[in-house]
Structure formats: C-alpha cells, structure tokens
C-alpha cells in the first residue's frame, strides 16, 4: 500500500511541512480530529535551489540591501501593525502614532480578518506615511502568478523585507465561505521572494509539534531562501534560545514579544492555543493595579532578554485588538523608546 503525496493529505496542501498550527496534542488546526500529516515523516528536504550555497551578485533590490547591511548594526524593533483592516483611517491614525518610533512595522494577517488591502498597496499608503514596511504574504488568499505580482510590486514599493507564510485556513476567521488557494507553501514563497530580490522572513515556531524537527525545517526554509526567522512565542528566552541554538548560524532571528496591556487583550492572546507565552505573564497583566503599565514594563523586559541572545538583530512586538488600534499603537511606541 503505497501513502498518497503529502500535498493531498494535508488540508493546506503543503509540500513542505508542517504549518506552525500543530496542536500540543498533534492535532491539524482545521480538524481537531485528524493528526497532522507531516508530524510522523521526515523533514521534507527543499529541492530547488539552495540559496545557502547559490550566492547571485547584485541581485538585491536597493530597499533590501539596506535592511541587510542594517541588520545586526543596532537591535531592530519591529512592530505587528494593529490597524483596523480595509481602513485608510485607521492606517493614518497608527502610522502616525507609530512613524519615527520603529524600525519597520509587520504588515500581515489582522487577526481574524480573511479581507484586507493588498499588501504591496497596503505597504504604498504605510510607507507614504513614514513608516518602513515589512510585508506579510500569505499563500491562502492567491496562487503563484498573484503571488509573483505581489512581490514584484513589493520591489517597486520598496519595502524592507517580505514574510512568508502559509496562513491560516479559510475556515477559520470570518470568511469561511472563501475558497483556500494554497498553490504554494512558505517555503515555496520564500524562494520566489528571494529570487525577486526581497529580504525574505519566515516563521518557526519552536513549541508546536514535532518540536525536535522544527529546528531542521527552518534550515531548509534558509535553503530556499530565508534571511531571517521570526520566531513564534515558545515561553520565553530560554527556548528560544534552545531553538537557536539547534537551528544553527547563517539566518537572523527576530523573536515575537508578547505585547498585553489589558484583560481583553490578555483573553485574546490566551485564545490562540498553538503559543506559549513565559509562566505567569498573563496573570501579571490581569492581577496588576495598572494593567497597562505592567503589561508595558514586562514587554520591554523580555525585549532586552531576547536582544541579549546570540543571533537575535531585533524583536517582533506582536499583539493588538479589535477597537483599541490607537491604544494598542501607543504602547507599542512607548515600548520601542524604552527599548532605546
């Protein structure tokens, strides 16, 4: 009896496996009640070019040779964007709370949003308010010509770097009656971004399952074409340091950093099931006099434990909630200028 080909098995039709979504317990995120295909097979090697060996001169756009030679220069703070999805308003308002105050802001996915702005258009309207883009793509909402069109708008624009990610599923968030694309996966994404000449980001995520792979299906992501990981919550310094530290040199890590300021914030956070966050932080934030400020000072703490590791250039500071955008902006600038 022969398995069929793991892009027919896994709802996401991923090659290049698994997703960051694996539940604790092995489970696929679209369905509690299937294992993960990928959890009991080998990493899955990356088979075109390998572009840790494959040097192309000149081949960086202008935007993407300055973030490189930045890189490493200073620490980068890097800020997920908690503006309102389809909202020039709402852009306006954190890009000008946020304009000066950060290295670059992460453009991605908006929570449970399935329909935003396009995101080389997204990265024109940020960009023309001062802010330096790192644009998220994800791979469930187009295939691989759309996704070529975007990266090489993404090259006029020119954005600082470019995130791959699979993304979530259709049937999560609020457009279920969407169809999944899932032409490519990241790893897939990371070698069409790298041979359009971004600086090319991708996720680990050191606390799903299979946890003693995940370290190996980052280095073959840095095959394809990754420069720099950005590593998911795993509960704190320690593991991700643990998780560096098997994923080896020759990629830059840039750790997310729990960003919580009130009981709502901490409940969302505490929602998404696939993270870990360091022992107590949420309860810290919930139980304190000033959720705010303590949520503020525990952020800035764990910031300048991650900057102290070896291979961190930078921190992701990640968090945000629906109707609290401006809020959300303001912490995350206050955060940034303790950082400096």
């Not at 793991?6 to 696929?28: A, H, N, Q, W």
């Not at 990356?46 to 000149?58: M, S």
Request: with cysteine; net charge negative; proline share 6%.
């Amino acid at each position: 009896m022969t398995s069929l080909p793991l892009i027919d098995t896994c709802p996401k039709r991923m090659e290049y496996g698994p997703c960051g979504g694996v539940g604790f317990d092995g489970s696929c995120e679209i369905d509690a009640a299937h294992r993960c295909a990928f959890l009991h097979r080998p990493t899955v090697p990356w088979t075109g070019v390998d572009r840790t060996v494959a040097v192309v001169p000149g081949s960086r756009t202008a935007a993407a040779a300055a973030t490189l030679a930045a890189l490493g220069t200073r620490p980068w703070v890097v800020a997920d964007l908690p503006a309102r999805a389809l909202s020039v308003e709402s852009i306006d308002s954190c890009a000008a709370i946020l304009a000066g105050e950060m290295d670059a802001v992460l453009a991605g996915d908006a929570g449970s949003a399935r329909v935003q702005f396009p995101p080389a258009y997204r990265a024109h309207l940020l960009q023309s308010r001062g802010l330096r883009v790192w644009t998220g793509l994800n791979m469930r909402d187009r295939n691989r010509v759309a996704i070529e069109g975007e990266l090489a708008a993404l090259a006029v624009e020119g954005v600082a770097g470019v995130h791959c990610v699979t993304g979530d599923h259709t049937r999560t968030g609020d457009r279920p009656d969407a169809a999944p694309v899932f032409d490519l996966d990241s790893t897939e994404a990371a070698a069409l971004a790298r041979a359009a000449g971004h600086v090319v980001s991708v996720a680990a995520s050191p606390a799903a399952p299979p946890i003693d792979r995940r370290a190996a299906r980052l280095r073959e992501k840095q095959r394809a074409g990754a420069d720099v990981c950005f590593v998911n919550h795993a509960g704190g310094a320690a593991p991700v340091r643990r998780f560096i530290e098997a994923a080896g040199d020759g990629i830059r890590y840039i750790p997310c950093v729990p960003v919580v300021v009130d009981a709502a914030s901490a409940d969302l956070l505490e929602s998404f099931t696939t993270l870990v966050l360091p022992d107590g932080f949420l309860s810290r934030v919930r139980s304190a006099r000033d959720p705010r400020a303590e949520g503020i000072a525990l952020a800035v703490a764990l910031a300048e434990e991650m900057l102290a590791l070896p291979g961190v250039v930078g921190v992701n500071l990640s968090g945000g909630r629906e109707g609290a955008e401006d809020s959300f902006a303001e912490a995350l600038a206050e955060i940034a200028r303790r950082l400096r």
